[in-house]
């Protein structure tokens, strides 16, 4: 049988932590926060940094332009693949080639999924709550018991 590794721990108390954390602060989303804390567990402390970079700058452009984009008409097609074209381009542009995924999800999630949520509100609950899943992840990789790197 095959034994249970460290990183599958760590990722387990990330979460925990991580929507812990979310509750105490009785932030809207918790979820967001486990999700990335999950995906920025990493074999590395160097790794799970990057990730969790990639995640938040992805999270940051794809909240703002979806923000700018729903101000202008919630749900319109047309401009909804205008806004990937420009995240795309943004994220593009400054070299954050692999926050472009976690942008144009991020964009689409504003852009079209709100159910009459404020989307500025939402905006900032998702920035917030990604940072708090990156900024455990990657805490709980450095402290309990480091990967080699």
């Not at 967001?32 to 790794?47: F, K, L, N, P, T």
């Not at 799970?48 to 202008?72: C, E, H, W």
């Amino acid at each position: 049988m095959k034994k249970i590794g460290m990183r599958n721990i760590k990722t387990a108390i990330a979460v925990v932590l991580a929507l812990g954390i979310s509750r105490l602060m009785k932030t809207e989303y918790p979820f967001y926060s486990a999700i990335a804390a999950i995906i920025s567990m990493q074999s590395s402390i160097i790794e799970s940094f990057r990730v969790g970079k990639n995640r938040m700058l992805g999270t940051i452009v794809g909240a703002a332009v979806g923000l700018i984009f729903f101000l202008i008409s919630p749900g319109n097609l047309i401009l909804s693949g205008i806004g990937i074209v420009v995240v795309i381009y943004i994220c593009d542009s400054l070299g954050w080639n692999k926050a472009v995924s976690i942008a144009c999800i991020v964009f689409c999630v504003i852009m079209t999924n709100l159910s009459g949520r404020n989307p500025f509100f939402y905006s900032i609950s998702r920035i917030l709550d990604t940072f708090i899943g990156i900024i455990i992840a990657v805490a709980v990789n450095y402290i309990i018991k480091p990967p080699n790197n």
